[in-house]
Structures are given as C-alpha cells and as structure tokens.
C-alpha cells in the first residue's frame, strides 16, 4: 500500500494531443504511446503503471536521477566537447545497467533483469552503432533474461544476432565466444537439440580455459551444464565424472575461501570485506543441490562424493553467514565418518 | 570432367582437401583464414551443399581447439584438461626457447593424443587399469623425436606411477623406459633408481616382454648394466677406485644376470682394467681371461683382440715378459684373423713398441715393417705416420748394430 502511494507520487498523467507537434512520447518498455511521465525524472515516460512499476524495480530506480543530463538535448550538447562527455556518460550508464541485469540474473530474478538488459541494449546501440561487438553483452543479457522467462522464440533469434556479429569479428576476445556459446548451449539444451548443445557447451569449455585455465571455476560451470546434458542422454558414468570433477574444483575454491575467511575473522576491521561473491550464492547453491541429489540417487552410492558435496554445501552457506543451514546440511558427513 | 569436380566437390569438406593434411603451422594458417573470411563466405555459398556447423568450425578454428572441442563433447573431460595443461606448458617453453618460431604441435601429434588419451579415459571408467597404462605407454613411446621428450616423460610417468597401475606389463615397461630416457639425459641417479624399482617389478611377472617382443627383465638388467657401468665413470675419473670397483662388481652382477654373453664380457674387460689400475694384477687378469673366454665363443675378435692386449699389460708389469709376448703375438693372430686393418696395425705396433723396448730392434722393425704395410693398405695418413716414425726408430737402430759389428770384424 505504501509503494502505491509512492508510486503514483512519482508519476503524472501527460496528455499526448498536448504535446508539441512531432515529440510524440513512448513506454519506456514497450515503445507504445505513452500516457504517464516520470516525476522525478520528467525525462522518462511509459503507457501505463504496470510498465512504470516493472521499470522502477528493473533498472529506473537506480538511473533515475542519471538519465536527465542524457535526455535534455541542447544545442551545446550535440558539439564538440560536450558531445564526448555525453557518450562518456552513457559509457558508464551502460556499465551499470550491464552490472544490475547481471545480478538480477543470477538471483533468478529474469523478469526485473528485462528491463536493465532492455535499456543496456539501447544505449549500447546508440553509442556504437547497431551491429557491433560492444552490443554483444547486451543482446546476451537479454537472450539470458528470455530465456529465463521461456520466450525461445526470442532467444534463438538475438543469439542468432550475436552469432552474425561474432563470426564477422573473430578476433572479439575469448569471452564473448565464451558467453555466446553457453548461452547457445542452453537454448539447445532447452529445446532438446542435445548433440548441438554439447558441442556449444565443449567450446564453452575451451574458451574458458583459454581464458582462465582449466581448473577454474568458469570452466567448472560449463563442466557442470555439460552434465546435465549427459545426464538427459543417460549417460550416467560421463556425468559422474563430469560431476566429481566440478565438486572437487569447488572443494578446494570454497576451502581457500573459508581459510581465507577464518584468517580474516581474527583481524576484525577485514570481516567487513568479502572476499566471496555473493551474487554467485544462488546459482552455486542450485548447482551443488543437483550434484548432491544425484549422487544420492546414483545406484553406485558413492559415500566419499557425497560427503564431498555436503562439505561444500557446508562451506557456502557458512560463508553466507548462514549458520542455521550449516548444522544439518553437515549431518551426512557424520554418517560417511561412521561408515569409514 | 565438371561433372567428376562438381562430384568431388559436393561430398562437404573435400572443397579444400589441402586443409586437413597440411603439417604447415597452424597459426600462419589462422591468420590466413581470417583475412580471407569474405573469399570463404562466398565459396560455401556456391555450393549447393553447404557443410555443417561442426564442418566450418573445423576450419575456421584453430587445431587445437578443434580437437579439444571433439574431446569434450565425447564427455573426456579429463583427457581434455590433461591434454590442455600439457599444451600450455609446451606452448610456454617453445616460445622461451625460441620466440621467433614458437610452433605449436603438429595436427597429427594432437590427433594422436586425442585418440590414446581417450581411449585411457574410457578405460578407467570401465576400470580396466593395464589397458589405461597400455595406451599411455603408446603415448609415451609414440613421442620419440628429441623436441617431444618431456611429452614422452609426462605420459610414461604418468603411467608408471599410476596409483592403480600397480603390476602390470605396461607399467613395468613403461618404467624401464622411462630409466632409458634418464640415462639418455644423463641423469644417472633417477635413471638407476628407476630401474632398480622396475628390476623388481618385474620379478613378479618374468614372462612379460616388450612391445618389440623382448623379455622385459632382460632388457632392464641391460639398462641396469650401462647405468652402473656409466655411474662408475666419475669415481673412475677421481682415481676413488674402490667405489668404482663396487658400481663394476654391480654392472658386471647384473650383466651375469641378464645373459647377454656380449654385455658380460665388456663388463668383465672393465673390471679387468679397473684392478690393473690398483695394481692387482692377478685379479685383473682372471677378468680379462673370462672377457677373452666369452669373446671366443662369440667369435668377438675386437673384444678378443682387446683382452689379450690389456693382459699383456698386466704381465709386462709384472716382469713377465716371456708371457707378454706371447700374448701380444696372439693379439696379432687375432687381429689377422679378424681381417680389420686398424686393428692389425695397432697390433703390429703395440708388439713392435715391446720388443723395442727390450732393445730387440730387428725383431721391432720387422713388426713394425708388417704394421707400416698394413697401414699403407688402409690409406689413414696418421696412422701411416706413426707407423713410418716407429719404423724409422726401430730400423736404424737395428742397422747400427749390424754395422758395429761389422765394424768389429772389419777391424779385425
């Protein structure tokens, strides 16, 4: 009720005949005629409350206030040096909204990461052009929110424009090939082109290592989505090797992390400073539960993994801060001690 | 003819059949293959079959990636991340070594790294542990060329150290040649250790051999015999001889062992030699009585030739001239016998030398007439030189004394 009421304090009714002739006004998000405006910004306007209200939470909230020096044109602003602050500007608008939909992202959150994403594509559009690899982060942001959302349709057809950029600029560095090929492999993934998907996720893979070494964590991701998609196949010996491989990587991340973190509980004024990502939680979180549910349902029961797994599912969540989850997800690992 | 092209065309990758066979270097070909991306675009679009995704990606990227792509999506994953390491490391050293050309494996090396590594991977999933050691070992001995030793190394460790490999035929193998590869680099010690491990390996398994068909036990007490043999070098070196003549007493043991007549008799002729150098003559000369036994029943005449000379040695410095000479009479007939010329001359010259040092000088020059001939025949100017010198000693001595006595009647 009291977001309501907010709200409609930072919006007013504009009349679209009012307007001058030729600035007709359109949604932030769908490109429709717009009949509301943004009162804080007055820069920014949308068809209706629902779209207002999905930006606000999506993206606006944070660059209401940055978008004004943007949007108000004056004839200065089109030369010379203003002209190169202007674009300076939208650099950095850019990087935030990449950084917001990326994290969004990874707290699952698809539906609030749109219109981050959505606005990143625009302005990365507007300072280099159409077709051109700054673009590729964006376009991938919103294949990645999409997909997340199920509009497959839509995915196929902006990685396909990813796809065209990346082929004619092979040179565009290891992490757009990276990004790209995940993103692909999981659309296949989704549609159950498998063969397809694992030669997507395989590049994946060696892009990754090229970039940060086989042993990474990066690269364990693409391990762990390859699984999944042998694990579909049915191939259940490929899949737990993939599998143990990714949980002994993250073992020994995790346990660097947590000595690291103990080393810096001693010095109190370090606590303060993570040195774990905590955006990454969510989806570690995800991956180690459907590592561990397997190895459960494994037939071969494989003590020593699980309680592998179990240690790190301990480690994260102890990391978190979490210590109410850190006790049971532990009692496994007595178990595996009684049967050693 | 157009119809054979077009046929030839149509059947996907053969429109640039160069491709897959090239050994040229791959990035020169990558660099290629970007600048002329638009000449290739239009090429495939002239085809009415155009090649699959996985086709183009063959070309357009690198070798390396190709393979480790094909690894990965068979589900290898280690096999990849072993394969991937191996090729950093190797990339690193060769640009060290030699910025200007820092060549990346050749595409048949790869591809033959993919297959062996994968199979072994297969294998240890079924758990079949000699048959991961088996295709390591081909790994191993597949490197042979100088460049690709530490390649050769990591696949042969890593196959003998196995955890699991435990005893089987290929891990024993692949340990003695891994010693081989030591002694060849001369690092003596880890060579030594490594077969002496290998040596006992193998006593559980006497009946294994070799991918040549050779009996494994027999081929490491070889391996073992030149290792001691050359370990005795330094203490040699150092006149420390009582170390050396334990290391001797080792290799000579070992070369008892591995019935190899031809090894036992070189290790009996070192020994032999080594207790000449102490002074104890006798010991020597039972050594080099044995070398000279065996060398005769392999119809060894250098080894033969060699021993006879070396106990000649040790009577001379007995005092035991008489039986010197004998000696070095048979090192000739030996070496006559033999046919080499080298080694008649060498004879010829080491009785002549004798008996001129005994002050016999016709009996010296006429050895060393017959060593001059032979050396003649030969056409080897030094030693025709040395042979003319000795003679030019040896023959004016002898005349002078023809001529004193002479003198001595004519005065009368």
């Avoid at chain 2, 392999?298 to 410095?317: F, I, R, V």
């Amino acid at each position: 009720m009291e977001e309501e009421s907010q709200l409609s304090a930072t919006t007013s009714r504009i009349i679209p005949l009012a307007l001058p002739k030729g600035t007709e006004k359109v949604c932030e998000l769908c490109q429709r005629r717009a009949k509301l405006q943004c009162n804080k910004c007055r820069v920014t306007f949308y068809c209706d409350a629902e779209h207002q209200q999905a930006d606000w939470v999506g993206i606006h909230g944070r660059i209401c206030q940055l978008l004004i020096p943007i949007r108000s044109t004056t004839l200065y602003s089109l030369q010379g040096a203003e002209h190169l602050e202007m674009q300076l500007k939208k650099t950095e608008l850019i990087e935030i909204c990449r950084l917001e939909a990326q994290r969004k992202l990874s707290e699952r959150k698809h539906y609030e990461a749109l219109p981050a994403a959505q606005f990143c594509l625009r302005c990365s559009t507007d300072v280099h052009g159409p077709c051109t690899v700054q673009v590729v982060p964006a376009y991938l942001l919103l294949a990645e929110a999409n997909m997340g959302l199920g509009n497959l349709g839509l995915v196929a057809e902006l990685l396909s424009q990813v796809e065209w950029v990346v082929l004619k600029s092979p040179d565009c560095g290891h992490t757009l090939h990276r990004q790209l090929h995940r993103s692909l492999g999981l659309l296949h993934t989704v549609t159950g082109n498998l063969e397809a998907a694992l030669f997507n996720f395989a590049n994946d893979i060696y892009f990754a290592s090229e970039e940060y070494g086989p042993e990474s964590t990066v690269t364990c991701q693409g391990y762990f989505l390859m699984a999944n998609v042998f694990a579909k196949q049915g191939k259940m010996t490929i899949t737990h090797s993939l599998y143990s491989t990714v949980t002994q990587t993250w073992h020994v991340h995790l346990s660097k992390l947590v000595q690291a973190h103990v080393q810096n509980a001693q010095t109190p004024c370090m606590l303060l400073e993570h040195s774990y990502d905590k955006s990454q939680h969510a989806e570690v979180d995800e991956m180690l539960r459907t590592i561990l549910e397997f190895e459960e349902k494994n037939s071969t029961q494989d003590s020593g993994q699980i309680a592998v797994v179990t240690h790190c599912l301990a480690m994260l969540w102890f990391l978190r801060g979490d210590n109410f989850k850190v006790s049971p997800s532990l009692s496994p690992l007595k178990g595996f001690r009684l049967t050693q | 003819m157009d119809a054979a092209v077009r046929h030839r065309r149509g059947r996907g990758r053969s429109f640039l059949p160069e491709l897959t066979t090239t050994t040229t270097n791959i990035s020169n070909r990558n660099r290629k293959w970007r600048s002329g991306d638009q000449h290739r675009m239009k090429n495939v679009d002239e085809f009415p079959q155009i090649s699959s995704k996985e086709e183009i990606a063959t070309f357009r990227n690198s070798q390396k990636q190709s393979v480790c792509v094909k690894m990965l999506q068979e589900g290898f994953h280690r096999s990849f991340s072993e394969l991937f390491s191996l090729l950093q490391v190797e990339q690193q050293k060769r640009a060290e070594s030699d910025p200007a050309s820092a060549q990346q494996l050749q595409p048949e090396k790869l591809e033959t790294m993919r297959l062996h590594l994968c199979r072994a991977e297969q294998a240890e999933r079924s758990g079949s542990w000699s048959v991961v050691c088996e295709q390591r070992l081909v790994l191993g001995q597949y490197f042979s060329a100088s460049e690709d030793r530490s390649l050769s190394l990591h696949f042969l460790r890593s196959c003998a150290g196995g955890e699991r490999a435990g005893n089987c035929r290929a891990a024993a193998e692949a340990r003695a040649c891994v010693a081989e590869l030591y002694l060849q680099q001369g690092e003596l010690e880890q060579a030594r250790q490594q077969a002496e491990q290998c040596l006992r390996q193998t006593e559980g398994g006497s009946s294994w051999s070799d991918s040549t068909g050779r009996l494994l036990q027999m081929r490491v007490r070889g391996t073992l015999w030149r290792i001691y043999d050359r370990l005795a070098d330094a203490p040699l070196e150092a006149r420390n001889y009582t170390d050396a003549l334990r290391l001797l007493h080792r290799s000579h043991r070992v070369a008892t062992e591995s019935e190899d007549r031809q090894t036992e008799a070189t290790a009996a002729y070192r020994l032999g030699l080594t207790y000449q150098s102490t002074g104890d003559h006798d010991t020597a000369k039972e050594f080099f009585s044995t070398c000279a036994q065996m060398c005769e029943s392999l119809q060894d005449t250098e080894g033969l030739g060699n021993a006879y000379k070396a106990m000649a040695k040790s009577m001379e410095s007995e005092g035991n001239t008489q039986e010197a000479v004998q000696c070095l009479e048979k090192f000739v007939e030996v070496t006559q016998r033999s046919g080499v010329k080298h080694n008649l001359v060498d004879a010829c010259m080491c009785v002549g030398k004798f008996y001129y040092t005994m002050g016999e000088y016709s009996r010296a020059s006429h050895f060393f007439l017959q060593s001059y001939e032979v050396a003649c025949e030969t056409g080897d100017v030094s030693l025709l030189q040395k042979a003319q010198v000795w003679l030019a000693c040896a023959r004016p001595q002898s005349l002078i004394r023809e001529f004193s006595t002479c003198t001595t009647l004519m005065s009368k």
